[in-house]
């Protein structure tokens, strides 16, 4: 299979299974991640996900241009009058934190794959790039909106309008990833990130997760005023109350995310 996901201690692996093409994207790939990501949503028994790429040289090399051929149907009949089901991913979210174990090449639909996740940790030898512009076309799905707000203007305009590649280094330095680790690590830490985030109430960490991301485009008051909102709702929850008896009996909580 072309995506392959794994559940083990309330965390989901999703491994881009297609390294004979550097993990690049097809259209059965596309479908595949859409369901996976879904599934991480809709599933009680997940509570984080990594995503990462199978073997060592690539994350994900964005478009199979050899599969990925522009559609005979005009963008206006796709965008306004399609009645099909076909993924965009763009479009994929989900409320479960995400974190991208980028082991190699992420290269732009890659790496655009990568920003939709929360956090992304990085070998020391892997690539970043937005090439696009260099094939006359544009990172679609969601890179030139993503990458401003991962990186800031200046980096993030640099990257878009040369196509250049960076080494992992570089990106550690504009914030395009939060840690560097050796590959044969990659996975491991990942892990244990993971396995930190599922330690703790689930219905919290969602909610910390919805306040970042839609209070990132609210103004600070609006954003203030949704925080306290949510405190309200989550003041009388099981989880809430049961953080409280674990900390006074010097014991680990037990979430249910209730």
Known sequence: MPVMLEVEDFVATITLNRPEAMNSLDPESIQQLDAAWKEISRRSDIRVGILTGAGERAFCTGADLKKTMPPSESFA?????????????????????????????A??????????????????????????????SI??????????????????????????RLDAAEALRIGLVSRL??????????????????????LAVVAVKKLATVGRELPLAAGLELEQQTFGILRNSEDR??????????????????
């Not at 290269?107 to 006359?136: H, K, N």
């Not at 680790?181 to 491991?188: D, H, N, S, Y």
């Not at 674990?246 to 979430?255: D, G, N, S």
């Open 77 to 105: 009949e796709l965008h306004f009058g399609s009645t099909t089901d076909a993924p965009i991913l763009a479009a994929m979210r989900t409320d479960k934190p995400m974190i991208a174990a980028i082991n190699g090449y």
């Open 107 to 136: 290269l732009g639909g890659g790496l655009e794959l990568a920003m939709m996740c929360d956090i992304r940790i990085s070998a020391q030898t892997a690539i970043f790039g937005l090439p696009e512009v260099s094939i006359g």
């Open 139 to 164: 990172p679609a799905a969601g890179g030139t909106q993503r990458i401003v707000r991962a990186v800031g203007q200046s980096d993030a305009m640099l990257m878009l309008l040369t196509g250049d």
């Open 181 to 202: 680790v050796e590959p044969g690590k990659l996975l491991e830490e990942a892990r244990a990130i993971a396995a930190r985030i599922a330690a703790n109430a689930p």
């Open 241 to 258: 109350i049961e953080g409280r008896k674990a900390f006074a009996e010097k014991r680990k909580p037990a979430f249910q995310g209730r």
